[in-house]
């Protein structure tokens, strides 16, 4: 009774329109005033969030992706994959598809992805004969490619939370990236030979591709560095984050010359609207997260899940269908704040690994990104292409039910994810 009381007192909050930051902080606190406990616990809650050193990759991230934004690293990038796979049935989209999976593994943002080579692509596509629907729904789609190949930073987020390791989730996340960045290029490809409809194109000549691979290479190598860094173990993730930031700065005013300062200005206000908007939510989570702790509302949950759900699978079934559900309300960042604390006891009680549960959630967090009414991606495209927002949403629907496909194949194959970090 008291979980009810609890996700209805939340939901009204939210249906008032009160920001999640502020739903969850002040339901928090005013849980700990009626339970009896000290009002202190809050402020101590705040400060034990803010002052975590691995937070500090949220902000550097963000940074690095709005510059490499700013500076249009994604036309270069763009340019280069189309050079090489533009000739190929639907080489196009598997060109956007690439780019979205090469950009991923630079900015960690899912809106930054969508957003750079969105503005790239969905012209481009149109023009050659794509059907609308199916282009906004790529896009869309593989924007969700930002938080799985790493860097991520709900999986940062994540392992702050859990107190996992941020690079064992990083390097748990290539597998399911990879086969799913695979999936949308088989769908595109199955797209073109199908149904058609688009304009092929002629191959183009060597000297060519070689002069747009040299303009996207410091781009590419960015990517290298990062995810070599980390799986090193020459840097942390906070310090992959100020690594890629200053080669981010270096690339785009220095040997590109893209970023004017009046661009780099901007990518900075912006990546701190968005710093203080996430570090806010986390803040009013740890709140919130302290007192259903108090309650001993996860402890409530895994016993409930104990006595009622007898299989590995049928959990599996239930919080995927939670997290899909929660996705209607909730942006990606506030899933996982919220439920994580809640699910998590249950999974490991269940015996799955909690770095595998952080991956399998991020995959069902990329479905909330493109699910509406909530699903930030869709919003992104539709601006970007101004287009109907129920264009964009229907062609993401076959997108959706591949990233289901990815979810129901790390249940079956549960090396996907862990064999790299783990086992390699």
């Known amino acids: 009774m008291t979980v009810i009381l609890i996700l209805?007192?939340?939901?009204?909050?939210?249906?008032?329109r009160v920001p999640v930051a502020f739903a969850l902080g002040g339901l928090g606190l005013a849980l700990l005033l009626i339970g009896g406990f000290s009002p202190l616990m809050?402020?101590?809650?705040?400060?034990?969030?803010?002052?975590?050193?691995?937070?500090?990759?949220?902000?550097?991230?963000?940074?690095?992706?709005?510059?490499?934004l700013k500076g249009g690293v994604g036309r270069d990038l763009f340019a280069a994959v189309h050079a090489w796979v533009g000739h190929w049935p639907g080489g196009l989209a598997v060109a956007t598809i690439l780019s979205c999976g090469i950009f991923a593994a630079i900015s960690g943002s899912s809106v930054a992805t969508a957003a750079t080579i969105g503005t790239v692509a969905i012209p481009e596509m149109i023009k050659r004969g794509y059907e609308k629907r199916f282009v906004y729904g790529l896009l869309a789609a593989g924007g969700t490619l930002g938080i799985l190949i790493p860097p991520s930073i709900p999986m940062i987020v994540y392992g702050f939370v859990t107190e996992e390791s941020v690079i064992s989730l990083f390097l748990a996340g290539i597998g399911p990236g990879i086969a799913l960045l695979t999936l949308f290029i088989v769908l595109a490809m199955i797209q073109a030979r199908f149904f058609g409809g688009y304009t092929p194109e002629k191959p183009v000549s060597w000297p060519e591709r070689w002069r747009a691979t040299l303009r996207a290479v410091?781009?590419?190598?960015?990517?290298?560095?990062?995810?070599?860094?980390?799986?090193?173990?020459?840097?942390?993730?906070?310090?992959?984050?100020?690594?890629?930031?200053?080669a981010a700065v270096v690339i785009t005013a220095g040997v590109l010359r893209t970023l004017t300062w009046k661009a780099f200005r901007e990518a900075a206000f912006e990546a701190m609207a968005t710093t203080v908007a996430i570090l806010l939510i986390i803040a009013g989570a740890k709140i919130f997260g302290k007192a259903i702790t108090l309650y001993r509302l996860p402890q409530d949950i895994s016993l409930f899940i104990s006595q009622n759900l007898d299989t590995a699978l049928l959990f599996i079934i239930v919080v995927s269908a939670v997290l899909l559900l929660m996705g209607l309300v909730f942006e990606a960042l506030s899933m996982v704040?919220?439920?994580?604390p809640v699910l998590l006891p249950s999974a490991i009680q269940m015996g799955f690994d909690p770095i595998w549960f952080g991956v399998f959630m991020v995959v069902m967090v990329e479905c909330a990104l493109i699910t509406p009414p909530v699903?930030?991606?869709?919003?992104?495209?539709?601006?970007?292409?101004?287009?109907?927002?129920?264009?964009?949403?229907?062609?993401?629907?076959?997108?959706?039910?591949?990233?289901?496909?990815?979810?129901?194949?790390?249940?079956?194959?549960?090396?996907?994810?862990?064999?790299i970090p783990f086992k390699l």
């Open 375 to 419: 699903g930030l991606n869709l919003y992104v495209i539709q601006s970007v292409a101004r287009a109907p927002l129920s264009d964009v949403a229907r062609g993401v629907l076959p997108f959706l039910v591949l990233m289901l496909a990815v979810a129901a194949l790390l249940y079956v194959w549960t090396d996907l994810a862990l064999y």
């Open 42 to 68: 809050a402020p101590q809650a705040v400060l034990s969030t803010l002052d975590g050193f691995i937070l500090l990759a949220v902000p550097l991230f963000l940074l690095m992706s709005n510059v490499l």
């Open 337 to 340: 704040l919220i439920m994580t």
């Open 218 to 246: 410091p781009s590419l190598a960015l990517a290298a560095l990062i995810i070599l860094g980390i799986y090193t173990g020459a840097f942390t993730p906070t310090e992959a984050a100020a690594v890629g930031f200053a």
């Open 8 to 16: 209805a007192a939340l939901f009204g909050l939210l249906l008032l």
